[in-house]
């Protein structure tokens, strides 16, 4: 059973930067689409930004310019760049795996914005 391991939430200031990266026990290409999803308290959860097997990328309209979701064939991993965070960016952020139409899931990374 594939399994997502992530890792670099935490708690920041708004304006500042933080990395997620997100490293399943196979391979970043056993997949025909990875990314990141968040949910906020109360609220259902969302796509932020996913890039496909091909390497087509695609980003939440409130990620757009300021996230960047970066496919690491190295470490095997795939990283969600985040910057200029804002306080209504905080949420649990979840990395996402698919492949022939099956969903799997980590454990959620915090992502807290406050000062």
């Known amino acids: 059973q594939v399994q997502l391991m992530e890792s670099g939430g935490g708690l920041v200031q708004p304006g500042e930067s933080l990395r997620l990266s997100c490293k399943p026990s196979?391979?970043?290409?056993?997949?025909?689409?990875m990314g990141w999803y968040r949910q906020a308290p109360g609220k259902e959860r969302e796509l932020v930004a996913t890039?496909?097997?091909?390497?087509?990328?695609k980003y939440a309209e409130f990620a757009d310019g300021r996230f960047i979701l970066l496919r690491d064939t190295f470490k095997n991993t795939v990283d969600l760049q985040m910057n200029g965070l804002r306080p209504d960016d905080a949420a649990v952020y979840y990395c996402?795996?698919?492949?022939?139409?099956?969903?799997?899931w980590g454990q959620g990374a915090q992502v807290t914005v406050s000062s």
């Open positions: 996402n795996a698919q492949v022939l139409g099956r969903n799997t």
């Open positions: 196979n391979s970043i290409f056993e997949f025909n689409a």
């Open positions: 890039i496909t097997l091909g390497g087509t990328i």
